[in-house]
């Protein structure tokens, strides 16, 4: 029997310490279990969340081992090498899908009967490969795929033009990596039209604008790790935020990467597209409305992930 309550992170480097940390936070679960291949690394991190447990509520958060996923609600599996100054994700393929062919067994070995969701790069082809080897369906995986692309193209909106990030209505879709797109034609500002809100602010210059936008969000990763060698708050960040969608049953649109399975003639792999989540996994994939540009962008992106993950022989 599932327990609403419990969730477990498998892999304890700075991403799945930093998404512990922003769970316990949140306050979504009762108990948290903390799996990595390096047990005293997840014993430490337990430990040093659970200090601060006094200042965030009740809750249980403990290193743990795989035969205790059978009544989790979430898996979140973060395992695998970290992007390098000048690799690109897709550069991380081999090293992790040899990590996940190691976990994900362990994980249907113990019955697990929750939601997996996938963080690890390159998270398209994972979050695949996850699918392929689980044997769960489709709505059941679950990759962060460009929910955080999409929170740095509205915060990057929200800068230029001075308004608060929460009224700016605007997606990244496809790969979670170089090939992503901004989908500008349904963009908008708490209902106006992008270009119309941006002229009211006083910018005319749209396609200038809308690239620089674009190039701050797709090498924004590349840009933080030659600074400081890793990215984990805003991943962290969105993973709970995922996390509280499918835990509340919220039904929030997010553009998780999911199998496709036809959309925009797209099928059996992994990208991000607009979908509503909630206590099922994925409820419904959204084919929302492309311009013809977009729409070939997509399918590039559609392209270069199919040619990776047809190699991988899953």
């Not at 390096?38 to 447990?53: F, I, P, Q, R, V």
């Not at 509340?248 to 998780?256: A, F, I, T």
């Not at 729409?295 to 270069?304: F, I």
Request: net charge negative; proline share 3%; with cysteine.
């Amino acid at each position: 029997m599932i327990n609403t309550g419990k969730a477990a992170v498998i892999g304890c480097g700075f991403v799945g310490a930093s998404i512990a940390f922003a769970l316990m936070q949140k306050r979504l679960f009762s108990e948290l279990v903390l799996i990595d291949s390096n047990a005293e690394k997840a014993e430490g991190e337990a430990m040093d969340l659970s200090d601060g447990l006094p200042y965030a509520g009740t809750m249980d958060i403990h290193a743990g081992s795989y035969d205790e996923l059978s009544d989790c609600a979430l898996a979140i599996i973060t395992a695998g090498a970290n992007q390098k100054p000048g690799e690109t994700r897709l550069d991380l393929i081999d090293k992790n899908v040899a990590i996940l062919k190691s976990v994900i067994p362990e994980i249907t070995k113990s019955d697990f009967k929750g939601i997996l969701m996938i963080v690890s790069n390159p998270v398209d082809v994972l979050t695949y490969a996850a699918y392929k080897i689980s044997g769960f369906p489709a709505h059941r995986v679950i990759g962060s795929g460009t929910v955080l692309d999409t929170a740095r193209l509205k915060q990057l909106l929200s800068e230029h033009l001075k308004v608060n990030s929460g009224s700016v209505h605007a997606v990244i879709i496809g790969e979670h990596g170089d090939s992503e797109l901004a989908v500008w034609s349904g963009a908008n500002v708490s209902g106006i039209d992008l270009n119309h809100f941006c002229e009211l602010r006083g910018h005319h210059d749209h396609k200038r604008a809308m690239q620089l936008i674009y190039e701050g969000v797709r090498d924004s990763a590349y840009e933080i790790i030659k600074r400081k060698g890793a990215t984990y708050y805003g991943i962290a960040m969105a993973v709970s935020r995922i996390s509280e969608s499918i835990m509340k049953d919220e039904h929030s649109v997010l553009p998780v990467s999911v199998v496709l399975k036809g959309e925009y003639g797209i099928s059996d792999i992994c990208l991000s597209i607009p979908s509503i989540v909630g206590k099922a996994g994925i409820e419904s994939v959204l084919e929302i409305p492309l311009a013809e540009e977009e729409k070939k962008a997509l399918l590039n992106s559609a392209e270069r992930i199919k040619e990776v993950t047809d190699r991988l022989k899953l």
